[in-house]
């Protein structure tokens, strides 16, 4: 027997979601190639981006945070602060079969209020788009 539906409360509100892979880059590979291609500085972090040229239509993505940004700590939470922000945005703002890095930067990305963080973001993905 099949459950029945619940009823959509945000009928007609809000678009549908989008249905996007994220892929977490693990080689250094990975990073390199990304860092060869283009770059965008925001206040809060530095975007690395590139278009792969292949069939995956999943985005891949990166984080790094140097030890200038601080203690192992203070990298953790300004990665887990990328993390959360790239989850967020880059269905949204970025494009299937493209690799993103994230840079933290030192005592900014995890004192930013997480807004503006997402904005930073946001701009630094339309400004590497528009470059393109």
Not at 82 to 110: H, K
């Given at each position: ?69 601080g ?7 300004a990665k ?7 989850r ?13 890095v ?22 630094a ?8």
């Amino acid at each position: 027997m099949i459950p029945p539906e619940a009823p959509d409360e945000n009928a007609g509100n809000e678009p549908p979601a989008v249905s996007v892979c994220l892929k977490v880059m693990r080689t250094r590979s990975q990073f390199l190639a990304t860092a060869r291609a283009g770059r965008q500085g925001t206040a809060s972090m530095v975007v690395q981006a590139r278009e792969r040229g292949d069939d995956d239509p999943c985005i891949n993505v990166g984080f790094t945070c140097s030890k200038k940004v601080g203690n192992a700590v203070a990298r953790n939470q300004a990665k887990r602060r990328l993390r959360e922000a790239a989850r967020l945005v880059l269905p949204r703002f970025g494009q299937a079969g493209w690799d993103y890095v994230l840079i933290g930067r030192a005592e900014v990305t995890a004192q930013r209020p997480f807004q503006e963080l997402q904005n930073d973001l946001i701009y630094a993905l339309k400004k590497l788009h528009t470059q393109t």
